[in-house]
């Protein structure tokens, strides 16, 4: 029995709503909490497996070319040596995320530095170690491998194309216009848990246990890679630590395990390190970008003009899609976006936390500040008069939009001065002090999925799906959604998650996983719902459950009788995407110190002010946000991948050098949860939450520096170095 | 990683004995060490685990200083009420370092042997003088950010990436070292990191068998002590810049001046020049411009790096302000 839901139409009303439990929303710990920090939740490379053989990658020292030739007699003379696996299936690039194909496979043509080429297998992961390192490899070497990004062949991505009205003439006929041009550089997901794979094959049936995003996608991605059926594919990923998008996709050490382990019989293991996992697995892109904006004396945008540049090796259809808020941000009539991507030779670009937003928005809301201060406008109140009624391209309505009352609450919330404002007027000290802000924006996006719900004879209650909890709280919500509905609490529901033998769940990705399978397990309980009002005798509108019963004393054991009673949720995203334009929205503040010596940039404090539809879990809401704002940190001040200019292999690719934000960069940070329900985006009117909480952040601190000291910086991130380069005087 | 043997003796003579021997590397915390030999950087033939060699003990010395044994730890040493009383730019270049877990690890000695961050140092797939004796530099026309803007060669441009040493600079402090039972020299810790020169792989003055068995501080002074180090996050980082300034006032004039400089050059940089200069003088924002020039005089980045020489200036120049109480 399934209770299907296509969505094509808002869904204004909500059961959720009208339940008695009280636990939907509420801030409660995440219930794999415990086991995850007394290290009893098993990741993909901790599960025990008899007799376990250890893979490690060798990968190529060259950036195109061919390999001719491996030693493996060389490397089998070695010391506890099994094989060394160049199988043409092996793959060599990252999947795209919900690509449900195999990637770029053949690991005899090197596209990249850095690109695993075999896997050499052994009883130890040291031996194994030890003989990739040594492995003795012939190539043939493409000398000519385009590696810089400016200078590089492009391709224009049409479909981000924009010209609407006359862009040129708005900016040379407006009152006040910035022509500005930005850069930022590339990023690393950085997960804490490497990627990581153990494949086990029971004749040709092969289980996996991974660390990945989307397995529904997943599996296709590693039958499709192997030649087999899907059928024979069992994908085990209860816990993941961290994707931020590196995990959408396959990489390659799921498909090389499955690979050796077949042809070694026995199970095989394959840990990336912590340097393959930044050097093959996937990056974001740099970009290089043109914000044009024009407004007339009342600051009133007349003219957006947003275009940039990413990079990509050949063949790729990923482009970070830098402009996907810009399309609907603000309103203006003439309007020029562009969008085009580079072919170079470095790992595979694709998906890094809030693929687009995450780098466009940054530079439209470093442009956005300094135009508000060439028109002598307040910068919260210049971005108020500029939000659109509908989206200014397509002529849509927003399914909701909160733009303007996350500016204003958190604008007062954050304390936010709307006096005059000019940099230079604060110091503490040695330190230079100001505050900026910034709009954030995020696209919201749904995938089909499905949950099974099961009531057993005693009241608890399963959620069984393939869905992954990649550290968000998927376990959580899942637990707090059925049990609102139900009438249990959160300890009577047993989440099952990571497991392909459970009904197909969309995935953790693009902030869409609770929206999407949250609506699944809705949909189920509410037919579980009907068939427990109709053994009640009554309504399922009027039945009340609460703490395993009626509000009339029937036990939900007395209901069932002895039976269990299953359903299963299907929630399809349907036509009603094509009738609005469905967004997450909000507002970043930041107050900074910047050194007026070193020009080294603190972050002191910072809001985030969100709407984001239903929040399921305040607590595990919150926690988003903070991670968000943590990445803005980053992005703003310290991230950035360095790539030699003379081989294209990425220099710095560990954490020592790779530099995410530490606890000392991360300052009292606050969140205003901005709530509301968006009958658009999902049946339990959620959105998604995870990736709005970096979309513009690095803007707000950018914005700071400049208030605080008086430089205006375009090159994310910005270094003691970059500000030195730009302070006045 | 290299399958190597581990040996652990329990003293210094046979400690040393075996270090003599050929491909060996002692280990003392390991938190670098064992890095390097994952990534096949280090192979030793064989590893000597020093930590059965006593040499663990801050004890203070007959003429008022105090000795830091080889393997007392960096967070012991950090922690020291001597060292916090006696030689805050000591304590203050410690915790400016690395994080708690490595630093309740690593140690005296091995702080001072600590190999350089240059990444095509650390990747065996890039070529490197250092490393690889006559495979190239692939950071001077490459990568250069974190790199030395002084006493550089035409072979290497790597930086001495700690910051113990650089407090250890500006005290003087000297460093023991054993080759045995009966043998030990005492080497200036100012002496003891060397310029890559034509021989990068050269980094300090040990030689095969030596041990670093502890380092001593000459009795403290009462002056100003600060350890100023900038980078881009607040911790875990290594120095973009970092100066080590202990500076004394008499009668409105500099009457000490001992500084020390990090990410600037292969060893802990110390220009005695600069001590001749500020000494006697009285202190004012021209004369740190002046100290400045005489630090930068030779000065030169490869691109990436050459914001280094104004944020060096920039840094000295503010260290001294703040030293000497001067407005700038």
């Not at chain 1, 050194?595 to 926690?623: Q, Y």
């Not at chain 1, 430089?711 to 003691?720: E, F, G, K, S, V």
Request: charged residues 20%.
């Amino acid at each position: 029995m399934s209770a299907h839901l296509k969505q094509d139409k808002p869904v204004t009303s909500n059961r959720l709503d009208g339940m008695s439990q009280g636990v939907i929303g509420k801030p409660l710990s995440r219930i794999d909490g415990l086991a995850k920090v007394t290290g009893t939740a098993r990741y993909a490379a901790e599960h025990q497996v008899e007799n376990l053989a250890n893979g490690v990658f060798a990968t190529a020292t060259i950036t195109r070319g061919e390999v001719l030739s491996i030693d493996k007699a060389c490397a089998l003379a070695m010391p506890g040596v099994l094989a060394v696996v160049d199988d043409d299936r092996l793959t060599t690039r990252a999947a795209q995320g919900t690509a449900g194909e195999a990637p770029q496979q053949s690991p005899a043509a090197v596209c990249y530095w850095g690109q695993p080429i075999a896997l050499v297998v052994a009883e130890t992961f040291e031996q194994a170690r030890d003989a990739a390192k040594r492995l003795v490899v012939e190539y043939r070497v493409d000398h000519d491998a385009p590696l810089d990004p400016a200078t590089a062949e492009a391709e224009e991505q049409v479909d981000d194309t924009v010209n609407q009205g006359d862009l040129a003439h708005a900016m040379a006929g407006s009152a006040h216009s910035v022509d500005l041009r930005f850069e930022t550089e590339g990023h690393a997901s950085a997960a804490m848990e490497p990627h990581a794979a153990i494949a086990e094959w029971d004749g040709d049936r092969l289980t996996v246990y991974a660390s990945l995003q989307m397995l529904n996608y997943n599996i296709a991605e590693i039958a499709d890679a192997l030649g087999i059926e899907e059928e024979n594919v069992r994908l085990l990923s209860p816990y993941v630590g961290g994707g931020f998008g590196s995990k959408l996709g396959i990489s390659q050490e799921s498909v090389a395990a499955a690979i050796a382990a077949k042809a070694i019989g026995r199970p095989v293991r394959v840990v990336m390190s912590r340097q393959q996992v930044f050097q093959c697995v996937m990056r974001r892109s740099e970009t290089a970008q043109r914000l044009r904006l024009a407004s007339d004396r009342d600051g009133n945008l007349k003219g957006f003009g947003h275009e940039a540049r990413v990079s990509n090796l050949p063949g790729e259809t990923f482009a970070e899609p830098v402009l996907q808020s810009s399309h609907f941000l603000y309103g203006s009539e003439n309007r020029a976006l562009k969008l085009e991507v580079a072919r170079i030779h470095r790992m595979t670009a694709g998906s890094v936390r809030a693929p687009g937003e995450a780098v466009g928005m940054p530079a439209l809301e470093a442009a956005m500040d300094e135009l508000a201060e060439t028109c002598g406008i307040d910068p919260v109140e210049f971005r108020l008069r500029n939000i659109p009624d509908r989206n200014p391209e397509e002529d849509l309505p927003f399914s909701s939009n909160k733009l303007a009352e996350c500016l204003k609450r958190g604008a007062e919330a954050f304390g936010w001065d709307s006096g005059p404002r000019s940099p230079c007027q604060t110091r503490d000290g040695e330190w230079w002090v100001g505050t900026g802000m910034a709009s954030a924006a995020r696209v919201h996006a749904v995938g089909e999925a499905k949950a099974r719900v099961t009531l057993k004879p005693d009241g608890t209650a399963v959620v069984a799906t393939d869905m992954t909890d990649i550290g968000t709280g998927t376990y959580t919500i899942l637990a707090q959604i059925a049990g609102e509905m139900l009438g249990l609490t959160i300890d009577e529901v047993d989440v099952q998650l990571g497991d392909t033998h459970h009904p197909r769940g969309p995935g953790s990705g693009g902030s869409w996983g609770a929206a999407s399978i949250g609506s699944a397990v809705y949909l189920a309980c509410l037919e579980l719902r009907e068939k427990l009002a109709e053994r009640a005798g009554t309504d399922e509108a009027k039945l009340v459950l609460k703490d395993g019963a009626t509000a009339d004393g029937k036990s939900l054991v007395d209901l069932l009788g002895g039976e269990p009673l299953s359903r299963t949720g299907h929630y399809e995203p349907g036509d009603v995407e094509d009738d609005y334009t469905v967004s997450g929205f909000g507002a970043f503040f930041a107050q900074v110190r910047v050194n007026r010596h070193t020009g080294e940039t603190r972050v002191d404090r910072m809001l985030g002010a969100f709407g984001f539809g239903r929040v399921l879990n305040e607590k595990t809401a919150r926690s988003q946000c903070l991670g968000g704002i943590t990445w803005s940190i980053g992005m703003a001040l310290t991230e950035a991948l360095l790539f030699d200019p003379n081989d294209g292999h990425l220099v710095n690719c560990d954490l020592a050098e790779y530099h995410i934000p530490v606890h000392r960069d991360v300052p009292a940070v606050e969140v205003v949860m901005v709530e509301e329900r968006d009958p658009v985006a999902s049946p339990i009117q959620a959105k998604g939450i995870g990736e709005l909480g970096l979309c513009g952040g690095a803007a707000a601190i950018a914005n700071a520096i400049y208030n605080a000291c008086g430089a205006r910086l375009y090159h994310y991130p910005m270094t003691p170095d970059r500000v030195l380069s730009a302070l006045p005087g | 990683m290299r399958s190597f043997d581990f040996q652990q003796p329990a003293g210094l003579a046979h400690a040393s004995q075996l270090l003599g021997g050929r491909g060996a590397k002692g280990m003392a915390g390991g938190t670098n060490l064992t890095d390097l030999m994952k990534l096949q950087v280090e192979m030793p033939q064989t590893v000597v685990d020093l930590n059965r060699c006593g040499m663990a003990t801050i004890d203070p010395t007959d003429d008022g200083g105090l000795r830091i044994g080889a393997l007392a730890t960096n967070t012991a040493t950090a922690n020291h009420a001597r060292v916090r009383s006696g030689y805050p730019v000591l304590a203050r270049a410690i915790l400016a370092g690395a994080t708690q877990q490595l630093r309740n690890k690593a140690t005296t000695g091995g702080n001072l042997c600590q190999r350089t961050r240059c990444y095509y140092f650390t990747n065996v797939d890039q070529p490197c003088n250092k490393r690889k004796p006559g495979s190239g530099c692939g950071a001077i026309n490459g990568i250069a950010r974190l790199h030395a803007v002084l006493g550089t060669s035409d072979q290497c441009i790597a930086t001495y990436p700690g910051d113990m040493a650089v407090a250890l600079s500006a005290l003087n402090a000297v460093v023991e070292i054993s080759s045995g039972d009966s043998h030990s020299r005492s080497v200036p810790v100012r002496d003891f990191h060397l310029l890559p020169g034509d021989t990068p792989w050269r980094e300090n003055v040990l030689e095969s068998g030596e041990i670093i068995t502890g380092v001593t501080l000459p009795s403290p002074v009462g002056a100003r002590q600060i350890y100023r180090k900038v980078r881009e996050r607040s911790s875990y980082a290594f120095a973009m810049v970092s100066v080590a300034a202990i500076v004394e006032m008499a009668d409105g004039a500099i009457s000490r001046a001992d500084l020390a400089f990090g990410g600037l050059a292969h060893k802990p940089w110390h220009d005695p020049r600069l001590s001749d200069l500020l000494v006697g003088a009285r202190p004012a924002v021209a004369l740190f411009d002046k100290a400045a020039d005489i630090l930068l005089e030779n000065a030169h980045g490869h691109g990436e790096n050459d914001y280094k020489i104004p944020l060096a200036r920039r840094t000295l120049v503010a260290v001294l302000a703040e030293a000497t109480e001067t407005e700038l």
